[in-house]
């Protein structure tokens, strides 16, 4: 019964963990979408990850959590940094450039369903029926969200119809990225814990991140005199970032990559949401049913792996 009482525990501070995570991530869109019109979209990722990198081993310092990590778990947790950071900001910024936050968001959620079917080639691992209906209820949530932008986008013409079909390409492909890097994180959190396996990761990332500004370098004058710059580079290095991606890899150790891809779902609630009220952008009521729906799977998928 103690056992039992723990893993119950456990699981609750994960899902509060993921509840406030994923929110952070939802509004995290909106200051990106600000950060755009004064800087390029590897610029942003990089400030972001400085901040970060500097956050978190601030971080390491206080907590004082065991640092060695073997040589042989190096490229594993180097290659999930690369695809998790680098690659998936890169299609994730350029995206936003096309797309609005609230669409952008919404197409966040396609990633527990890669998650699921990643999951099960690499850990041979079978998610019940019941749980695939749960992540097919989210996506269609999704899809009702998606569509009211499809057809406003449509409404502009070819370009427009265009602009929006790359941002959702690139969307989608940050999304399988962000898969990637849940499923490569497994075996690291659980050996090295949520914050070591950050420290490495968002500082290799940023690294590969500053290699990539160089082409275009960065626009310090600009970024140290602009209070909204700052601001939302402090919002999304801090919250989104350093403690955004502990809290997901603390979630990640305990309830496994199905579950905590499906709490992604909840990303575009917040950042639709968020879109409204901050940047003004329309919302529909098929947007407010689709959301509606999206919590709805997310909440069937992680009861049936609690049962599981």
Request: net charge positive; aromatic share 10%.
């Amino acid at each position: 019964m103690p056992l039992m009482s723990t893993d119950s525990s456990s699981r609750k501070r994960s899902v509060a963990a993921l509840v406030f995570t994923t929110t952070m991530w939802g509004l995290s869109f909106i200051s990106t979408k600000v950060l755009l019109r004064h800087l390029a979209p590897v610029q942003v990722a990089f400030l972001r990850h400085a901040i970060a990198s500097v956050a978190t081993w601030i971080a390491v310092a206080v907590a004082r959590p065991p640092i060695r990590v073997s040589l042989r778990h190096l490229p594993t947790m180097l290659t999930a940094a690369i695809v998790g950071i680098p690659i998936y900001y890169y299609f994730e910024n350029t995206g936003l450039l096309y797309l609005s936050a609230a669409t952008a968001s919404m197409i966040t959620a396609s990633t527990p369903a890669m998650t699921a079917a990643i999951e099960s080639v690499f850990y041979r691992k079978r998610l019940p029926a019941a749980g695939w209906a749960g992540i097919l209820v989210s996506a269609a949530g999704v899809a009702l969200v998606v569509q009211s932008g499809a057809v406003q986008a449509g409404a502009a013409g070819a370009a427009g119809r265009s602009h929006f079909l790359l941002g959702a390409a690139l969307l989608l492909a940050s999304a399988f990225a962000w898969s990637l890097y849940t499923i490569f994180n497994r075996p690291n959190v659980t050996s090295y814990g949520a914050l070591t396996t950050n420290a490495y990761q968002i500082t290799f990332a940023t690294i590969v991140l500053y290699l990539a500004s160089l082409r275009n370098g960065i626009p310090w004058a600009e970024v140290f005199s602009s209070r909204d710059i700052l601001l939302n580079l402090g919002y999304l290095g801090i919250f989104c970032s350093a403690v955004g991606y502990l809290l997901y890899l603390f979630a990640l150790r305990s309830l496994g990559p199905t579950v905590v891809s499906a709490f992604i779902n909840l990303v575009p609630v917040f950042g639709v949401a968020g879109s409204a009220l901050i940047l003004g952008e329309r919302v529909t009521l098929v947007q407010l049913m689709g959301g509606a729906i999206v919590a709805l799977g997310i909440f069937a998928v992680e009861r049936i792996q609690g049962d599981s």
